[in-house]
């Protein structure tokens, strides 16, 4: 009847591997669809990275700044940091270059609270992290450097 010279499949079964392998990849997919969409789970990465940043915040060791103002020693130590790492962006007299002028008024405020914060953590555009090269304790002696600045 239907004697064609091709070879014909007919009715042969898929090896049961494969057909193993292609319900497991269906399983897993459902299984995550189910687990990792945020309308069907509720889950979602923003919620986990909020809570992890908010946790990391209430655990940031807060630093005390030491007031050196009116120490030589202090100021002297100071200019000698501020020459060395602060001077090729803001200047060796503070008055600014790549970097704003540190004798005026500051724009993230010029407390010593906030001169230690700008100096620590760094600012955006521009301005790098100092606490890690400097320390707390170098940062504190800058910031009574400025202060003989801002005297002026």
Not at 17 to 34: D, E, R, S, T
Request: net charge neutral; charged share 20%.
């Amino acid at each position: 009847m239907h004697d064609t010279e091709e070879p014909q499949e007919s009715h042969n079964k898929i090896p049961k591997g494969w057909m193993l392998f292609f319900v497991g990849g269906i399983i897993f997919l459902v299984g995550y669809i189910v687990s990792y969409t945020p309308a069907i789970s509720g889950w979602s990465f923003y919620q986990i990275f909020e809570k992890e940043m908010a946790d990391a915040a209430k655990t940031k060791p807060q630093t005390s700044v030491t007031h050196y103002s009116g120490n030589k020693e202090a100021i002297a130590d100071g200019n000698t940091i501020f020459a060395s790492n602060c001077a090729p962006c803001h200047k060796a007299d503070a008055t600014g270059g790549i970097g704003p002028n540190l004798t005026g008024t500051l724009k993230y405020g010029s407390t010593q609270a906030a001169l230690h914060e700008s100096i620590s953590t760094g600012r955006p555009n521009g301005m790098p992290p100092f606490l890690q090269q400097l320390g707390s304790d170098r940062i504190d002696k800058v910031i009574s450097f400025l202060e003989t600045l801002r005297k002026k």
